[in-house]
C-alpha cells in the first residue's frame, strides 16, 4: 500500500478512504493512517485492502461486499456535477426564479441542437429576461462559460444588471462603447459580464471607408470586425429587442451582426409575431444564425424542405399508418437539403421495422421528427393565453376630466400652434414636434412651468431609439429651440401658473380616487404612469403635500434599483411614479391598481405599461387600470376610437410593434399637419384602428399557420416537467456532504465546523496544500474564493445551490459553479472518477415511488458519448427479487435516487444468496441497459452525424461569406490609398482560415463517436 491509494475496510467495503502516509505499529500488528469522509481513523492493515480498479459493481454484489445508501448518493452527486447529464436540466431550481416549464425551452432547445443560436418571441410579461438567465446558467454549469454581453435598449440596462445580480447570481458591469472595447481588448480569455445599450454601441455611418472617424463606436466595430476571423471573445451573446434589428440595411443590424460573429452562442429576445411570409424573421434569423440563413433565396429552400418534416409529424400525431408515414418520409429525403439527414434514414428504417404503429411509437417518433425539424431549434415562442399561470382579469375606467374654460383655451391655443408649426417647417420632425402638444395635455401646469423655465421634455436620441425606433447618429437631444420660442410667445397672457395649479382639474381627480383607494384598499400600491418626466416631477410635489407618500419618479438615470426596493416594502410608499424610459423592463406584478395619467398614442406603449403589473407572479385576480383623460381633446378620441376598439384594456395585443408603430407615425403625421374637424379626426382615428385590427386578424392567421412549421416545444416541455419530477437536481445536503468528504479524504488538515443552528452554513478552513491547490486551479478557472486567502482562517460558507447574490457579506455561497465545487470534481474525476459500488438499503414505502413491500434487487449503468459535444445519461432498472414486479425506467429512477437520498443502513438477512442476486441483475437489468444502450448509441450517431454535417457546412459558408467581405474591404482600402488599412485585412483573412482549418478539424474529430457503459451501482433493498 502506499500513500494515496483508495482502500477500504474488507468487512465494511463502503466504507473508504485513502491513505494518508503515516503508519505505526501497535504491538505486533501494522496499521495504517486512513482519511475517511467523517474523519481520520487507525485501521490494522490486515483489515483493509486497495480497491481494485476493474471490479465491477455486480462482483462486489456477488461477493457481499456491500456499501451504504451515503455511499450511492456520493456516487450519483459527483456525476450530475460533472455537468454531462443529457436528461438533467443544471438551471433548473438553481436561480432565484420561480418554475414555469415553458421558460425553459429555449434551454433545451440550444442543448439539443447542432445551432448555438436562438430567437426566443414569447410575448410581452412571459419572463424572456428569465429565459436569458437560464440558458446562461445552463451553459455556465455544463461547460463552464464565463463571458457575457447583452445588448439592449438604454432604458433597459439597470433592469439587465439587476435581474443577473438578484436572480442568477451575476455581477454584470453597465459598459459604453469606450468602457466594452477596453474590457475586449484587455483579454478575451478573462471572465466578464456586461450590459450595453444598442443605440450607443450602433457604429457611426461609413465606419469602414472613413479612417477619420475614430469616435469610440467606430474603433469597436473595427475591432468587432478584425476579431470575426479570430476565435470567439464573447460567450453568449444575448440581444433583448430584438426587433430593432429587423432591418438589414440599418446600423443597429450591422451591429448585432458585428457582435454575432465574435460569439459563441447567441440569444436574440423579442415579442416580434412569427410568421413565414415576414421579412422581418429572416432578418432575426440571419443574426441569429448567420452561416444558416445565408440568403433569402435559401431560406425559401430551407422552408419548403421542412413542410415534409412538419407533415410527417402532424400525420404521425394524426393516425397515419405506417406505410404513409414512411411515403413522407422518403418525400423529405428527395428534397436536396434533407438528402444526407441521418435521422430522418435512421428513423424510416426503424419504421420499416415495426408490423404497426404504437401510440408510444407515435410519441416518439414525433420527437424524432422535432429533432430534425430545420427550423425548430431556431425559434421559441410562448403566447399569453397558453400560460395557465396568467389569470388576471383587466378591469379598465375611463376617468374622464372636463376642463376649465383657462385650461381649455390654453390646450386650443398650444394645440394650432404645434399644428402650424408643422405645416410650416414639414413633416420630417413630425414625432419631435408632437411632443410638447402631448406635454401639455398629460399635465398643463408642468407644461408650462418647463416652457418658462425653457426646460422642455425633449427626448435625447437614446430615448427616441427605446420610444420608436427612430435611429440617430447624435446622442445628443434634438432641438426644439423654434419651436418652444413660438410656444412661449403663444401663451402668454392666458397661462398664469398659480392658477393652473388651483385649477388642475386632472390632478384634483387623481387625488379623489387615490384617497379612495387608500381608504378602501390600505396597503395596497398603485403605479401610476406617465409619458413626461415635469409631468412626474409636479405629481411628486403636489401627492406629498396632500399627505400621498410617493416612490420616485422613477425617471432616465435616476436609481430604478432602489426606488422599487423603497416601493414594495409593506410600509413602504402607496404610490410609484415612473416614465416609460424609468418604467420599462420592471416587475410590478406585486401591484395591482394602474394609472395612465396620459396616455400613449401608441397601444404597444400602453400594453408594455399594463404588463408591468399584468405578468407571470401577479396574485391579484384582477389588475385595475384608470385612464385620465380630458374630455374633448385629441388624447380623449384616440382613446375612444383606437384603444377601446383594439380591446388593449381588456386583452394583450401581442407583438405587433413595428405593424403599430408605422400606423400611428401616419395617424400622428395627419392629425398635425392637416386642419381637420373633430369630426375629421375621428374618422381618421377609426380608420387606423380599422387598418390595426385588419392587419392583427391577418398576424393570427399567419401566425397560426407558421406554429406548425416552427413548432418544437410539446415534447421539450414534457421533457423538463419530467426532470423537475424525477428530482433531477443537486440538493444542498448533497453538496456540502460531497464537498466535507473530499476535503478530509484528500487534503487532511482541512477543517469544517457545522453551524449548530444553520444545518447549510459552516466555517470552512482549508489546509495550506489545499489553498496552493485551489488557488492554481482557480487562476485557471478564471474565479475567485476568499477560501484561498491565507489571511483567512475561515471564511462562513453557506452549502446552498442556488445562483444569487449572498444575503450577508461575509457569507460565500457555495453551490454547483463555486470554484470548490468544481476543483473537487475534477480532482476526484483525476485521482478514481465515480465511485462503483454494491449497496444494500432500506426505504419506507411512502418515501419511494409507491413500490409494494417486500425484496428487490436494482442496477444502475452510466453511458457515456464523446463526441462533437460530451455527455452522459444514468439508466436505472429495479425488480422484485423473485422476478414477479419490474419498474418502468421512469419509477426505477425515483426507487433508486430515494434510496440515495433517504435510505437507511440494511444488515441484509442470512437467506439472502448475493451470488444468485448478482446472477439475476446480471442475466436480466444488465441486458436490458445494454439494449437501450446500443438504441441510444444507434440515435446518437445519427444526430452527431447531421450535427457535424451541418458544422461543417456553416463553416464553409463562413470561410466563403467573411473571405469576400475582407477581399472587397482589402480592395477598397487599396483603392482610396489606405495601405495599412488593406495590410490589415491581409491578416484578418489569414487568421480567419487558420480558425475554419482548425475548427473543421476538430469537428471531423467529432464526427468519430465513442462510447461506453460503465456499471455505478447494483444492490439489494428492502422496501418496507
Known sequence: M???????????????????????????????????????????????????????????????????????????????????????????????????????????????????????????????????????????????????????????????????????????????????????????????????????????????????????????????????????????????????????????????????????????????????????????????????????????????????????????????????????????????????????????????????????????????????????????????????????????????VTMTPLEAELYQTVTETVRQFCVEHGQIEGFLLVMPQRQLASCMAAAIRSWQQDEPDALSAEELFDEVGIELDSIESPSQGPLMQALQQAVQGIAVLPDLIREDSKYLRLRAELLHFQEEYPGDKVVLFSTFRNTLRYLAERLRQDGITCAGPMIGSTDKASILEDFERPDGPTVLLSSEVGGEGIDLQFAWALVNYDLPWNPMRVEQRIGRLDRLGQRSPRVAIWNLIHENTIDDRIYNRLLLRLGIFERALGGLEAVIGERITELTRDLFTHRLSPAEEEARISQTALAIENRRNQEEALEAEAATLVAYGDYILEQVTAARDMSRRILSSDLKRYIFDFLRQRYPGSETVESPDDPDLAQVHLSAAAQQSLSEFARGARSATRLTSAATWAVPCRFENRLRAPRRADEEIVNQLHPLTRFAVQETEAQRGAPRLACAARLRRDLGPNTPPGLYRFLVVRWRFKALQESEQLWFGVEALDGALRLTEDDAERFVVALAEHGEDWETPASVDYGSVAAAVESGLLIDARTRYDSAVSTFTAQNGDRATAQLRSLDQHLRQQGEKLRALRQRHIAMGNAGLAKAQEGNLKRLEARIKREKARIEAGGRLEHSLDEICAGIAEVY
Not at 28 to 51: I, K, M
Open 2 to 400: 502506499n500513500p494515496g491509494d483508495l482502500v477500504r475496510i474488507i468487512s465494511d467495503p463502503g466504507r473508504q478512504g485513502a491513505l494518508s502516509g503515516n503508519s505505526r505499529t501497535v504491538g505486533s500488528t501494522l496499521h495504517w493512517q486512513v482519511n475517511f469522509s467523517d474523519g481520520r481513523q487507525w485501521v490494522p492493515a490486515d483489515l483493509l485492502e486497495v480497491v481494485p480498479l476493474e471490479e465491477t459493481p455486480i462482483d462486489l454484489l456477488r461477493l457481499g461486499r456491500l456499501a451504504r445508501p451515503t455511499d450511492l448518493d456520493r456516487a450519483l452527486t459527483h456525476i450530475r456535477l460533472r455537468g454531462r447529464l443529457a436528461n438533467f436540466i443544471y438551471s433548473l431550481e438553481t436561480t432565484d426564479t420561480d418554475f414555469y416549464a415553458y421558460q425553459f425551452k429555449p434551454v433545451v432547445k440550444l442543448l439539443q441542437s447542432a445551432a448555438t443560436g436562438i430567437l426566443v418571441a414569447d410575448e410581452v410579461g412571459l419572463g424572456k429576461t428569465i429565459e436569458a438567465g437560464l440558458v446562461w446558467t445552463e451553459l455556465r454549469s455544463r461547460f463552464d462559460l464565463r463571458r457575457l454581453l447583452v445588448l439592449c435598449p438604454a432604458m433597459l440596462r439597470n433592469k439587465w444588471q439587476l435581474e443577473l445580480k438578484r436572480r442568477f447570481g451575476v455581477r454584470a458591469d453597465i459598459l459604453d462603447a469606450e468602457g466594452l472595447l477596453r474590457r475586449l481588448k484587455e483579454d478575451g480569455s478573462d471572465e466578464y459580464a456586461a450590459v450595453a445599450s444598442l443605440q450607443g454601441l450602433r457604429p457611426p455611418r461609413a465606419w469602414q471607408d472613413r479612417p477619420e472617424v475614430d469616435s469610440a463606436r467606430a474603433q469597436l466595430a473595427r475591432f468587432l470586425q478584425d476579431q470575426a476571423s479570430s476565435d470567439p471573445i464573447v460567450d453568449l451573446l444575448i440581444i433583448d429587442e430584438a426587433h430593432y434589428l429587423r432591418n438589414r440595411d440599418s446600423l443597429t443590424f450591422e451591429l448585432g451582426s458585428l457582435v454575432r460573429r465574435v460569439s459563441q452562442y447567441a440569444m436574440l429576445l423579442s415579442a416580434t409575431p412569427i410568421h413565414l411570409k415576414n421579412d422581418d424573421l429572416y432578418s432575426l434569423l440571419r443574426v441569429v444564425e448567420p452561416d444558416v440563413f445565408v440568403s433569402p433565396y435559401v431560406f425559401d429552400l430551407q422552408l419548403h424542405a421542412n413542410a415534409h418534416l412538419v407533415q410527417a409529424r402532424e400525420a404521425t400525431l394524426g393516425g397515419a399508418t405506417r406505410d404513409e408515414i414512411v411515403e413522407r418520409l422518403m418525400r423529405a429525403q428527395r428534397d436536396v437539403l434533407l438528402a444526407g439527414n441521418s435521422q430522418i434514414a435512421a428513423l424510416r428504417q426503424d419504421l420499416e421495422g415495426l408490423q404497426e404503429v404504437t401510440r408510444r411509437d407515435r410519441v416518439q417518433i414525433a420527437a424524432r421528427l422535432e429533432t430534425a425539424n430545420l427550423f425548430g431549434y431556431a425559434i421559441t415562442r410562448t403566447r399569453r393565453r397558453e400560460v395557465h399561470e396568467l389569470t388576471a382579469v383587466r378591469a379598465a375606467r375611463a376617468l374622464s
